[in-house]
């Protein structure tokens, strides 16, 4: 059995609406242990078999579309995947703290090529900082994220499907449920 963390997008926003308690029966459906929710923005913490990631993934979306009536994209990670998201330091000190804004951290379904990071790289400004992980998106903007000229559709083309949380949600989310 290996603990896997889901990031769900599009969790209780434009008139979707689930508790945590569902959500947590709808993973114990699914035949899931140890099943818990981190706030109430999608993120599942669970253990099952060893399955690849992206099979979980399709299996996950599956299940919640029939249960649910709408798609729900899925994005899992492995213990040792979080571990190093939430440890990454994609920018300087000094930039972190003149931001106004906090650092958030797209999940993104695949990695992307080296022609789709330069790509995404080339929006990054003073104002909204970016780097590229394995399957990440770290974004720093200087103001809040609705202030932000950063033209989220044009990322979402350039490395498709993708859900976002910030930093601190995953640190507090690798901290206390993938702690090594």
């Not at 974004?139 to 498709?160: C, H, N, T």
């Amino acid at each position: 059995m290996q603990r896997h963390a889901a990031f769900l997008r599009g969790m209780n926003v434009g008139g979707h609406r689930l508790t945590n308690a569902e959500l947590r029966g709808c993973f114990t459906a699914m035949g899931f242990d140890q099943v818990a929710t981190f706030r109430a923005s999608g993120n599942v913490i669970f253990t099952a078999a060893d399955e690849p990631p992206t099979a979980l993934e399709r299996r996950i979306e599956a299940e919640l579309a029939g249960a649910l009536g709408y798609a729900v994209p899925t994005f899992i990670r492995r213990a040792a995947d979080l571990r190093a998201i939430a440890a990454r330091k994609p920018f300087a000190q000094a930039p972190l703290d003149r931001a106004a804004g906090k650092l958030q951290v797209a999940l993104l379904a695949a990695p992307p090529s080296r022609a789709v990071r330069s790509s995404v790289l080339a929006l990054a400004s003073d104002e909204d900082r970016l780097e590229v992980g394995p399957r990440e998106l770290y974004w720093l903007p200087r103001g809040g994220i609705m202030d932000s000229a950063l033209d989220m559709k044009v990322l979402e083309q350039l490395l498709g499907p993708m859900t976002m949380r910030t930093m601190g949600t995953v640190e507090l989310i690798a901290n206390r449920y993938f702690a090594a």
